[in-house]
């Protein structure tokens, strides 16, 4: 796996807001952990030796007040197994969908002082990921 992405870059996130704010939203998250943790120098937890899941469960510890303040909530939540079409070399740690009462919530979560600190441990934890924004739709018995 070569690219690392991690954090949105800004013409993702401007099309993200670009979008209708008021409906639900769910967040496809696809995460791969790093080994091991890399806090940036001066991070109390630099070189202390913790690995990407431990930052990635304080991640969790940290920011779920926030994402349950906003309403969110985990709607599916899977463990991964092989990818059958795609990049062979992708696997995941985390595989599940956030829901938000509407892209509002979500941005009010992003910009929260307190899931503002609590980002440091995703970001030091985290190799690369796919967060996927879909709209909320029925499920149904066949495809498309």
């Known amino acids: 796996m070569t690219d690392a992405f991690i954090d949105p870059d800004r013409a993702q996130f401007e099309a993200f807001k670009a979008l209708d704010r008021d409906l639900p939203i769910d967040m496809l998250n696809l995460v791969r952990l790093r080994d091991l943790a890399a806090y940036p120098d001066g991070h109390d937890l630099a070189g202390k030796g913790l690995t990407g899941a431990d930052a990635y469960a304080r991640y969790g510890a940290e920011s ?26 992708e696997r995941w740690d985390h595989c599940f969908v956030a829901r938000y009462p509407s892209a ?14 609590a980002v440091v441990h995703r970001q030091a934890a985290v190799l690369t990921s796919r967060l996927i924004r879909c709209a909320t739709a029925e499920a149904g018995e066949v495809f498309g």
Not at 64 to 79: D, H, K, L, Q, T
């Open 64 to 89: 779920g007040p926030v994402f349950a303040r906003v309403g969110g909530r985990i709607v599916w939540r899977g463990e991964f197994q092989t990818t059958l079409i795609g990049p062979g070399d």
């Open 104 to 117: 509002h919530a979500f941005l009010q979560m992003v910009t929260d002082p307190d899931y503002r600190q």
